[in-house]
């Protein structure tokens, strides 16, 4: 057997040396191939007309095949029929302040059942938007927005210091700058206190989410409006604002 074996191995070395150096394989001969490797792994060696990396990349791209046919698409979203796509459409022109909630609203109400989503997709498209945007808003509120936020500053000593800075957006002036090592929601109300007083609340305040700006702040952010608004009623002259 072992005789057997060594003069087939070199015939295939006296035929390598004859033929072409890329061989063509049919499916079926890598199909094979493949198979014996995956059924005796330690055959790979006697490979002698394909490299076993050859082999392994075959195998690894009909486990491809495999899968990408086994997840395939086989069902989706049923369309829409035309007739409701039109309907949409119309709505859309003929309310432009609906949404795509009410038109989903109104459309259930008719008895068809559609998501949401397929109503948004089938709505006209509007040239331009449907308010103004962030650039007009500061434009045109810029005097009344006051915005605030923390930095954090490493000490030479590894701790950590936390900055506030308080800015009036109508002449970009600093309002208020403060340090402190353990930042909280009472600090923070007292520090936005001494930088607009309790008779120039702004009207906006733009601030991120952080969690720093806990129920305290807000209670004291609203108590300052309400104050305001109290002694505005005391002198009907001022001109009344409100705290964003």
């Given at each position: 057997m072992e005789a057997e074996i060594l003069i087939l191995r070199h015939q295939l070395n006296i035929q390598r040396r004859h033929v072409p150096k890329r061989v063509p394989f049919s499916a079926m001969d890598r199909l094979i191939f493949v198979g014996l490797y995956r059924l005796v792994p330690n055959t790979i060696k006697a490979f002698t007309i394909v490299t076993p990396d050859t082999v392994i990349r075959w195998h690894r791209a009909g486990f491809r095949s495999y899968w990408r046919w086994k997840s395939r698409h086989r069902c989706g979203r049923p369309t829409v029929p035309l007739e409701i796509r039109r309907l949409i459409r119309e709505m859309s022109i003929a309310n432009p302040l609906w949404g795509a909630p009410r038109i989903h609203g109104e459309l259930l109400k008719l008895g068809i059942e559609i998501g949401q989503t397929s109503v948004a997709k089938y709505m006209a498209r509007r040239r331009g938007p449907p308010s103004q945007g962030w650039k007009t808003l500061l434009r045109n509120h810029a005097d009344g927005i006051v915005a605030m936020d923390l930095f954090v500053v490493?000490?030479?000593?590894?701790?950590?210091?936390?900055?506030?800075?308080?800015?009036?957006?109508?002449?970009?002036?600093?309002?208020?700058?403060?340090?402190?090592?353990?930042?909280?929601?009472?600090?923070?109300?007292?520090?936005?206190?001494?930088?607009?007083?309790?008779?120039?609340?702004?009207?906006?305040?733009?601030?991120?989410?952080?969690?720093?700006?806990?129920?305290?702040?807000?209670?004291?952010?609203?108590?300052?409006?309400?104050?305001?608004?109290?002694?505005?009623?005391?002198?009907?002259?001022?001109t009344p604002t409100q705290n964003g």
């Open positions: 490493p000490k030479i000593s590894f701790r950590l210091l936390y900055g506030l800075l308080i800015i009036g957006h109508g002449r970009r002036q600093i309002l208020w700058f403060g340090v402190t090592a353990h930042p909280t929601a009472e600090w923070l109300a007292n520090q936005l206190t001494e930088a607009c007083g309790w008779e120039q609340i702004p009207r906006y305040l733009i601030r991120d989410r952080d969690r720093v700006y806990g129920e305290i702040f807000v209670r004291r952010v609203r108590r300052s409006a309400f104050e305001t608004a109290r002694r505005l009623s005391a002198h009907p002259g001022k």
